[in-house]
């Protein structure tokens, strides 16, 4: 795969606007340029769309919607950019975090009057580093309930949608313009479009092991929770057509897969009171300072493994979410009456959990402070009896990619805008700075569906104006 620098003489078809996969950030690419007057195709390498966004909690940030001023939540874009930028340890793009902050609630608005994507506020409980009740989730908290309505909202529309159409090599001439892309068919067959601008929207690394191996070596052995297909294409067609790339070594992680079944917990499971123990019985992080984070924690321990343990109130909130009730059906979680059937499980030994925990419930108390740093006097105490969950550290997706300006563009590495290309969700970078730490609960949806507007918009306009001159 690559760039192919002779494109053929002429295209048989040739698409205004060409958009590379069909996950949230394509889709809401697809639909903005569609409703901008263009003609738009999607491009999709698998029969059944199925990407990230379909594996997600399916829930998206945003500041200032008509949800959250329905539900009396006192929100704003610069509350939300601060959150973003302060998660980052101020190390992401702080005008980029801006803008799309500013964008979110018009972004969410659009999706669910203009196309019925069926959203509600998740009020119930905050994710780490959000100082607002930011988040507007799926009916499940489960991404395949988004991008159901999303490929409907495609395909009303009528935009062109090509499934089992991986492409493989983009057409570019020496300015860095591309003319078209070749489709590599699973029969064999190659087929060539050329399009007028381009839109990577097929996701980061996280399904390539070389490139992890390159970008984020410590976590090449890690158990990988996203799609199989995002093999960072993007960011390997931006390289070769001199496009910048940035925060490569960044990712997003969760520190609460169950081993072995590999469903995540829902995160209330820690963020209402909940903990993580080793196989000594001890807590080893504070952790609730970003799933993100716990992940490496957690890999960290003895055996890469460590026990959630919580109660029922922190269980019941985390019911909501798709993912923990898999868990549950999958009987990932497991019941102790006290302290030494916790011992018995997670086979520590006598005592050590029963100390844990009366430190903790002391630390709950406002008795004591919590070596990690955390405050866990938010919340009421761990009651019996308690739900234990063995877990493992993982890999949800890559954070680097490639450098976008306010309309999406592809960036140089002078900073100057690609002619043609245009980059959101995961083929972009995002707002996590250089590190796994700086994942904001929801940026992956946020830059999906925020750039992939962008990028829709202002593909549309570039065409439309080069039609025009
Ligand atoms: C388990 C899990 C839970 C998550 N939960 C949340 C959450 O609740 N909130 C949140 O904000 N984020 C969440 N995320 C992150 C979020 O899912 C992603 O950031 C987001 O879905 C990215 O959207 P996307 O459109 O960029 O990529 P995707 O949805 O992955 O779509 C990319 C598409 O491109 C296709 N593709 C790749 N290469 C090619 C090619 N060469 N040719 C043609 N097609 C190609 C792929 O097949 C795929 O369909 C979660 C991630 C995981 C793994």
């Known amino acids: 795969m690559g760039i192919i620098r002779s494109a053929p003489p002429a295209f048989e078809v040739t698409v205004p606007v060409l958009v590379i996969g069909a996950g949230a950030c394509g889709c809401t690419a697809a639909l903005a340029a569609h409703e901008a007057g263009v003609g738009v195709m999607i491009l999709e390498r698998d029969e059944t769309p199925r990407g990230n966004t379909s594996l997600s909690g399916g829930q998206i940030p945003a500041a200032g919607t008509k949800l959250q001023k329905a539900g009396g939540i006192d929100d704003t874009p610069e509350i939300l950019a601060q959150d973003l930028i302060r998660k980052a340890h101020g190390q992401n793009d702080a005008e980029l975090a801006r803008h799309i902050a500013e964008i979110s609630a018009s972004t969410i608005d659009w999706l669910m009057d203009r196309y019925d994507m069926p959203l509600s506020l998740v009020d119930d409980f905050l ?31 009528g935009i062109d949608i090509a499934t089992r159409a991986p492409v493989r090599d983009l057409f570019a001439d020496d300015s860095g313009r591309v003319t078209g892309v070749r489709i590599a068919r699973p029969d064999g067959t190659d087929e060539d479009v050329g399009c007028g601008a381009l839109i ?22 890690a158990h990988y929770h996203g ?28 520190g609460a897969v169950t081993d072995p079944h590999k469903i995540h917990l829902g995160w209330p499971s820690i963020s209402e ?15 609730n300072a970003g799933y993100s984070e716990q992940a490496l924690n957690v890999i960290r321990q003895p055996g890469h493994v460590a026990w959630t343990i919580f109660d029922d109130r922190c269980h019941k909130t985390a019911l909501q979410f798709h993912s923990h009730q898999e868990c549950e059906k999958a009987g990932a979680i497991r019941t102790a009456a006290n302290a030494s059937e916790i011992t018995a499980i997670v086979g520590c030994p006598d005592e050590a959990v029963a100390e844990t925990l009366a430190s903790v419930a002391a630390m709950a108390g406002g008795e004591r402070e919590d070596p990690f740093g955390r405050d866990l006097t938010r919340h009421p105490p761990l009651e019996p009896p308690y739900k234990v969950a063995k877990v493992t550290g993982a890999l949800f997706h890559t954070q680097g990619g490639l450098e976008v300006d306010k309309q999406a563009r592809a960036l140089r590495p002078d900073g100057t805008p690609m002619p043609n290309l245009f980059a959101g969700g995961g083929a972009a970078r995002g707002l996590s700075g250089p590190e796994d730490w700086g994942y904001l609960s929801g940026s992956g949806l946020l830059m999906a569906t925020n750039l ?6 202002a593909a549309a306009q570039l065409v439309l104006a080069e039609a025009a001159s």
């Open 273 to 287: 009171g909940g903990i993580q123990v080793n196989a000594s019985g001890e807590r080893f992080s504070n952790e």
């Open 452 to 457: 992939g507007r962008l990028a829709g918009e």
């Open 127 to 157: 994710y780490p580093g959000h100082s607002r009740h930011h988040m507007h989730g799926s009916p499940s908290r489960f991404g395949a309930e988004l991008l159901t309505v999303f490929l409907e909202a495609v395909t009303k529309s």
């Open 227 to 254: 799609h199989d297909g995002n093999k960072g294409d993007a960011v390997k067609w931006g390289l070769e057509l001199g496009a910048a790339v940035a925060d490569m070594h960044s990712f997003q992680g969760h």
């Open 200 to 221: 990577l929207a097929c996701n980061g690394f996280g399904g390539s092991p070389d490139m992890l191996a390159e970008y984020i070596p410590e976590m090449v052995d």
